[in-house]
C-alpha cells in the first residue's frame, strides 16, 4: 500500500510559479512510475506529466517547456516544477503512482495508476 500527500498548491497570479511535491510512503518508491494529474472545474481529468524510475519524463504539449516534473527517491516525494502559469492551470492536482515502468503512451492513462493522493488546489489569477 502506498500513501501519496500533494502539497505545494496555492493563489499565483498569471505568469508565476508553483512548485508542488507529493510524498508517498513505502519502501519501493524508486521503482514506481510516478504522475501527475489535474482537473479543472466541470472539466475531466487530465494527464499532466509522468516520470519513470530512472527519471525519464513524459509531458503533454500544454506542460512542456513550462513544467518540469522530478523525483528525489532517497526521499520518495515526486516534483513538479510549473513556471509561466496560466488562469488556465487552474485546477486540482493530483499524484498518482504505478507500480512498475511504463511507457509514454500508457502513463497518460489514469486506470493504470494504482494509488492516488487526495489532490491540491492550484488556482492561477489573471
Known amino acids: 500500500q502506498v500513501q501519496l500527500v500533494e502539497s505545494g498548491g496555492g493563489l499565483v497570479q498569471a505568469g508565476g510559479s508553483l512548485r508542488l511535491s507529493c510524498a508517498a510512503s513505502g519502501r519501493t518508491f524508486s521503482s514506481y512510475t510516478m504522475g501527475w494529474f489535474r482537473q479543472a472545474p466541470g472539466k475531466e481529468r487530465e494527464f499532466v506529466a509522468a516520470?519513470?524510475?530512472?527519471?525519464?519524463?513524459t509531458y503533454t504539449t500544454d506542460s512542456s517547456g513550462r513544467f518540469t516534473i522530478s523525483r528525489d527517491n532517497a526521499k520518495n516525494t515526486v516534483y513538479l516544477q510549473m513556471n509561466s502559469l496560466r488562469p488556465e492551470d487552474t485546477a486540482v492536482y493530483y499524484c498518482?503512482?504505478?507500480?512498475?515502468?511504463?511507457?509514454?503512451?500508457?502513463?497518460?492513462?489514469?486506470?493504470?495508476?494504482?494509488?492516488w493522493g487526495q489532490g491540491t488546489q492550484v488556482t492561477v489569477s489573471s
Open positions: 516520470i519513470d524510475w530512472s527519471g525519464g519524463s
Open positions: 498518482a503512482a504505478k507500480a512498475g515502468p511504463a511507457g509514454p503512451a500508457v502513463v497518460a492513462l489514469q486506470g493504470r495508476y494504482n494509488y
